[in-house]
């Protein structure tokens, strides 16, 4: 199969791409040299079946993530839905919001 890397795109999807890639790029090094601390060696030397285990249970952890996530946005959708005004009690917008911008950083 070939790619065609030319395609050409608006510059508001180049930008969209750009920077979901500066982001990618700065977390995915963050989090090699995190693991890197934490677990040593080289991650080409794990056995084969010791990173099959271990993307399991990644796998497992991010279907947790990911129903966890869909929980929240049913509850945004609730508050919603039930007319949230800023004289609501908001506390679970705002946690998500702070959430948000913790991660973003």
């Not at 930008?15 to 979901?20: R, S, Y």
């Not at 500066?22 to 963050?30: H, I, L, M, P, R």
């Not at 966890?68 to 039930?82: M, T």
Request: charge should be negative.
């Amino acid at each position: 199969m070939t790619l065609n890397l030319n395609t050409k795109m608006e510059q508001k999807f180049e930008d969209h791409k750009d920077d979901i890639l500066d982001y990618f790029s700065g977390a995915f090094d963050n989090k090699y040299r995190r693991g890197q601390e934490e677990h040593g060696g080289f991650l080409g030397d794990v056995p084969a079946t010791k990173l099959g285990f271990e993307i399991k249970d990644e796998a497992l952890d991010l279907f947790a993530y990911v129903y966890c996530l869909i929980g929240k946005l049913h509850k945004i959708g609730q508050l919603v839905e039930l007319g949230c005004r800023e004289s609501t009690p908001d506390y679970v917008l705002r946690g998500i919001i702070e959430d948000i911008k913790k991660h973003l950083k």
